[in-house]
Each structure stands twice: as structure tokens, then as C-alpha cells.
């Protein structure tokens, strides 16, 4: 008498675990790419938020530049006053003017030129992104010229932050070309009492200068783009487990 081979405890428990370790990875996986996906939705929503609110800022009132680094101010104050429209009267502190190098307007390649203007009513001092101008480039090192008026002046323009920093080698940088600006390192350098904001000076081009500044960019829809990945990456794997271990499995049994 022959007998067949019987099944045993393992041969029936290797392909129940390896069906469970499939789910469960593709449950991991689907959690965690959906997961990422309405992370990037947040993220833009924040950023919405933001767009809105810089907006809203930027039909403000505006805002008395002789308030500023008063004794009733504060750095609070000031970080609540970021993109509304400002008029200032102060001195040029003309020698003092930086040029940070790398930056575009019109697609064109340059120098932003921020000079310290001390302000009258305060004398703190704040700088001011007084427009855009091209540079030598068979020159680098050879300054353009800006004409900065003397005595006290009127400005018009928006309150900002810092610019935006680009990427630099080594440490921190001297002289009037730099890379970025480093508001803390300069205002220990001069010991001027340096205001943590700064002023972009709006208006048409003068003294040399350009003034069609770009408008900031949120990235909203790279946010959205990336919410598009996610979900479609966790709706992909949804539909290969249905497919592999479902639909095939059902037929693979059925004949």
C-alpha cells in the first residue's frame, strides 16, 4: 500500500505567512505614502495661509516709519509689521552701502544695494534694499555707480525680513560685495543700533537703481505636486496587492 504525501502543519503556515507579510507591508505602505501626502497638503495650506496674510498686510494702513526703534517699539512689533507699506525720513549712511552679489531682476544677473539709512526721529538705524544693479563682469571686483543723495531723505517702501540668504563658502564675509547679509554680525561689527527688519524701497528706477522686485514665491503648487506623488504612489499600491494577491489568487484557485 503507497501512501500519498500528507500536508503538514508547516506546509499550510509558509503561505499564510507570507500572505500576512504581504498585507502587512502593504498596509505599512500605504499608510505611510498617504500619510506624506496629506503632510504636503498641510504644508500648502500653511502656505496659503501665509500668501493670504502677506496680502492682507500689504493693504494695511500705512505705517509711520518715525515709530520705529522708539522706546514704546519692540522686535515684536516690528516682526508683526512684515510686508506692509512703510515712508521713512533718515540720512544715508552712504560709505556704508553693501552689494550683495548673485541676484537677479529680469532675469538678469546682479547686485542688490542696501545702504543704512538712520532714521530721524529714532536714530536707529535700518537697512534699506534700495533696487537692483547689473555688475562688471570682466570686473568683478569693480563697484557700479549709485548715486546716493546726502542730508535727510524721504523713502517710500515695504517692510521685510533679511533677504534671502544663498549658498556661500566659508565663513563670514567683509568688504562692500558679499554673498548674504548677517544682521547680527553686522550690527556687533558697527555697533549701530541695527533694526532686525528690513526696508525693500518701492517707486520707479532712480539713482541708478532698479526697483521691479520679484514677487515672493510660496511654492503652493510644488506642494500640490507632491501631494499628487503620494497619493498616486499609495493609490498604485492599493491596486498591485488587489490585483497580485486578490484577483490572481482567485483565478490561480479557480483553475
Given at each position: 500500500m503507497?501512501?500519498?504525501?500528507?500536508?503538514?502543519?508547516?506546509?499550510?503556515?509558509k503561505?499564510?505567512?507570507?500572505?500576512?507579510?504581504?498585507?502587512?507591508?502593504?498596509?505599512?505602505?500605504?499608510?505611510l505614502t498617504?500619510s506624506?501626502?496629506?503632510w504636503?497638503?498641510r504644508r500648502?495650506a500653511a502656505?496659503?495661509?501665509w500668501?493670504?496674510q502677506?496680502?492682507?498686510r500689504a493693504?494695511?494702513a500705512?505705517?509711520?516709519?518715525?515709530?520705529?526703534?522708539q522706546?514704546?517699539?519692540s522686535?515684536?512689533?516690528?516682526?508683526?509689521?512684515?510686508?506692509?507699506?512703510v515712508?521713512?525720513?533718515?540720512?544715508?549712511l552712504?560709505?556704508?552701502?553693501l552689494?550683495?552679489?548673485?541676484?537677479q531682476?529680469?532675469?538678469?544677473?546682479?547686485?542688490?544695494v542696501?545702504t543704512?539709512?538712520?532714521?530721524?526721529?529714532?536714530?536707529?538705524v535700518i537697512?534699506?534694499?534700495?533696487?537692483?544693479?547689473?555688475?562688471?563682469?570682466?570686473?568683478?571686483?569693480?563697484?557700479p555707480?549709485?548715486?546716493?543723495?546726502r542730508?535727510?531723505v524721504?523713502?517710500?517702501?515695504?517692510?521685510?525680513?533679511?533677504?534671502?540668504?544663498?549658498?556661500?563658502?566659508?565663513?563670514?564675509?567683509?568688504?562692500?560685495?558679499?554673498?548674504?547679509l548677517?544682521?547680527?554680525?553686522?550690527?556687533a561689527?558697527t555697533?549701530?543700533?541695527?533694526?532686525e527688519?528690513?526696508?525693500?524701497?518701492t517707486?520707479?528706477?532712480?539713482?541708478?537703481?532698479?526697483?521691479?522686485?520679484p514677487?515672493?514665491?510660496?511654492g503652493?503648487?510644488?506642494?500640490?505636486?507632491?501631494a499628487?506623488?503620494?497619493?498616486g504612489?499609495?493609490?498604485?499600491?492599493?491596486?498591485?496587492y488587489v490585483?497580485?494577491?486578490?484577483?490572481?489568487r482567485?483565478?490561480?484557485?479557480?483553475?
Open positions: 503507497s501512501w500519498g504525501h500528507l500536508p503538514n502543519a508547516s506546509d499550510t503556515a503561505p499564510r505567512l507570507r500572505f500576512v507579510g504581504i498585507l502587512l507591508a502593504a498596509l505599512v505602505s500605504v499608510a498617504s506624506l501626502g496629506f504636503q497638503l500648502a502656505k496659503e495661509d500668501q493670504a502677506m496680502a492682507q493693504e494695511m500705512w505705517v509711520d516709519g518715525a515709530s520705529l526703534g522706546a514704546a517699539d522686535a515684536d512689533n516690528r516682526a508683526g509689521l512684515v510686508h506692509r507699506r515712508s521713512l525720513q533718515g540720512e544715508w552712504a560709505d556704508q552701502t552689494f550683495l552679489d548673485n541676484r531682476m529680469n532675469a538678469r544677473v546682479g547686485f542688490y542696501v543704512p539709512l538712520r532714521l530721524s526721529a529714532s536714530r536707529a537697512l534699506v534694499q534700495r533696487g537692483w544693479v547689473p555688475r562688471n563682469f570682466a570686473e568683478r571686483s569693480q563697484l555707480e549709485v548715486t546716493t543723495p542730508g535727510e524721504s523713502i517710500t517702501g515695504r517692510i521685510a525680513l533679511a533677504p534671502s540668504k544663498l549658498y556661500e563658502l566659508g565663513g563670514s564675509e567683509e568688504g562692500p560685495i558679499r554673498q548674504n548677517d544682521l547680527a554680525a553686522l550690527r561689527a555697533g549701530w543700533p541695527l533694526l527688519v528690513t526696508v525693500m524701497q517707486g520707479a528706477a532712480s539713482e541708478g537703481l532698479l526697483r521691479e522686485w514677487q515672493p514665491a510660496s503652493v503648487e510644488k506642494h500640490y505636486g507632491y499628487f506623488q503620494w497619493f504612489l499609495s493609490a498604485l499600491i492599493t491596486l498591485l490585483w497580485f494577491q486578490i484577483v490572481r482567485k483565478k490561480t484557485t479557480s483553475t
